[in-house]
C-alpha cells in the first residue's frame, strides 16, 4: 500500500487567502498524490473569515484533487477534537506546515509528547516562519520609523521566540524531520532548532505552467508604467516599502495592490503613506484575489514589485514570471540573478534608491524592450515550474519518513479518513 500523508495545516483549497503554505500542499498533493494517499487536516473555512466554505460538510471527508480533506468548524478543533481526527485517521507520517500555529503545531506535538496519538513520522515544514525577516515582523504601531516595523523585534516575536525555547526544552522537537526549502532555510532551522536536528532539503514545488503562452494583456508606453503588489497586507512582505519606492519615481505609474489584510495597524500606516503619494502615482486596493484570477492579475502589469523582508520560496514569484510579468524583489527570496535570465531584478530591500532605479528604468522602457523582458520572464518561469528535482526530493523525504512510520495498532476511532 502507498504511504498514507496526513497534512495538518490551519487553510487549505478551496481558500485562497493563505498563500504560500496552502499553494505548496496543494502543488504537492497534485504532483505526488500518484505516489502518496494525502489525507488533509484543515479549518472550514478561509483565512480572516467568519463563515464556512459553502457545500462543505464540517467533521467530513471530501474529495479534493488526488487527496482528501477534513475540514473542522471552530469547535472541533481542540485538543479532543484534532486527537479524534489524527488517532482515527489511517496515516503513516504526520506532516505539519507550520510551526508556530497553536491549533495546528503545537497541539499536534503536544498529543504526540502525551502519547495521545500514535507514534508516527513526523515531518515539520516551518515554511520560512525562522526567516530572519519572518521572525522580526510585527507592528509596534507610530513608534518606529515605517522602514524599521518590519525587522525590529515586536512582542509578537519574542513571543515566537519563548515558545521555541520552551518547545525545545519539552522536547516537543525530539524525533522529528524538518523540510528545509533551501540551503538557507536548512541553516536557519540549525540555528535555532540545533546543530543536531535532522533537515532534509526538499524545495516547495511549483504549479505545472500554462501549456501556451500567456497572452499577454499589456501595451507598454515609454513613461508609463503598471505594477502590481499581490500578496498578505503584513509587515513581513513589506508593502510599505513598496510604497516608498514609488514615491521617487518620475513617469506615470499606477500601483494595483491585491491581498488580505492580515495587520490593520500597519495597513493604517500603509494607508497613510499610499495617500501622500505624489500626484504621478496613483494607487488602488483591491482586496483579496482567488487563485484561479492570479494570472490575469500578471497578464495585465508590466511589474510585479515585491520587496519582502524575506521568503523561504516565493509562489506569487514564480507565478508573475509564467505569466511574462517582470519582477523586482528583494533578495531576501530563493530567486537570486534574476537579471542574468532576464527576467527580473532582485535587490536588497534596505536599498531603497536601487530599488527605485529599476522601477525608473521600467518607467523608461520602451513596448520593444518591455517585451523582450516579459517574454525571457515567461520562459524562465516555464523552466523553474518543470523542473523535477524538487518533485524528486519531496519524493525522497515521504519515502524515508514512510519507512520510519510505525505500523497502526489497537481500536480504531471514528471518523475514518
Known sequence: MPITILAILPYFLPGYKAGGPLRSLENMVEQLGDSFTFKVVTRDRDHGDRSAFPGVEPGHWHEVGKGRAIYLAPQQIGPLGMRRVIAGT??????????????????????RLLRAIPPRAVVLAPRGELHPGALTAGTWGPLLPARLAGRVPSPRTLKKRVYIALARALGLFRGITWQASNEIEAGQIRRHIGRSATVVVAPDLAAAPPAAPPASERAKERGRLRVAFLSRIDPKKNLAGAVEVLA????QVSLDIYGPVDDERYWSRCRAALERLPANVTARYHGPVPHEWVGEVFRGHELFLFP?????????????MVQGCPVLVSDRTPWRGLAEHGAGWDVSPDDVEAMRAVVQRCVDMDGEEHRRWSERAAAYGRVRSLDQQP???NREMFFAAGRLAVPISGAALSPRG
Open 248 to 251: 521617487g519615481v518620475t513617469g
Open 391 to 393: 518533485v524528486h526530493s
Open 90 to 111: 489511517r496515516h503513516d507520517v504526520l506532516y505539519l506546515n507550520s510551526l508556530f500555529n497553536p491549533s495546528f503545531t503545537l497541539l499536534p506535538l503536544l498529543l
Open 308 to 320: 519582502t523582508w524575506g521568503e523561504n520560496y516565493g509562489h506569487v514569484v514564480l507565478e508573475a
